[in-house]
């Protein structure tokens, strides 16, 4: 049976948090923390399918607001094929959430765009190049983004 190092509590009040253990280090790492559970279920899967791209051991924990205390939820400790979000047991949005997860994935892609062109050594961007970044942000997908900024990246380290 696989043994799985114990997660600390985090401190302060109840909200969503989503530790990464490092086993290099033998401590546990906070990867994202909200009031909302969807942003943390979106950044946890996003980082475990990064993590596993590169090979490495995923050990993960979910701690959360449950009748206003901490409570941590199960996460999956076996390597899957897909990376699917932890089920959610009851649904706990405000209002304003679809809107705000919206607008930071909006930002995320933006700012993984601007990364790319800065390591393609393209710094001082003109008015019509940042339109068209902008225009790139809202049509593609952050996968995309992301494939993009990498063809960007490379294509400045080959300089």
């Known amino acids: ?8 509590r985090p401190q302060g009040a109840p909200r969503w948090v989503a ?17 909302h559970r969807t942003p943390v279920l979106y950044a946890l899967g996003e980082m475990t399918q990064t993590l596993r791209a590169r ?5 993960v924990a979910l701690w959360g607001p449950r009748d206003g205390a901490w409570h941590r939820f199960d996460t999956p400790q076996r390597r899957t094929t897909t990376s699917q979000p932890i089920p959610e047991p009851a649904p ?13 994935m909006t930002g995320r892609r933006h700012q993984v765009l601007m990364a790319g062109l800065t390591k393609a050594g393209l710094y001082d961007l003109s008015p019509e190049d940042d339109t068209t970044v902008q225009a790139l942000v809202e049509r593609l997908d952050e996968a995309a983004v992301r494939r ?4 960007l990246a490379t294509a400045g380290g080959a300089r």
């Not at 253990?21 to 790492?29: C, D, E, N, Q």
């Not at 993009?148 to 063809?151: G, I, K, N």
């Open 55 to 59: 090979g490495d051991e995923v050990t």
């Open 92 to 104: 706990e949005r405000s209002p304003g959430e679809p809107a705000k997860l919206a607008e930071r």
């Open 19 to 35: 530790l990464f253990y490092r086993p290099a280090t033998g401590s546990w790492r906070t990867a994202a923390q909200s009031p």
């Open 148 to 151: 993009v900024a990498h063809w």
């Open 1 to 8: 049976m696989e043994s799985r190092p114990e997660s600390p």
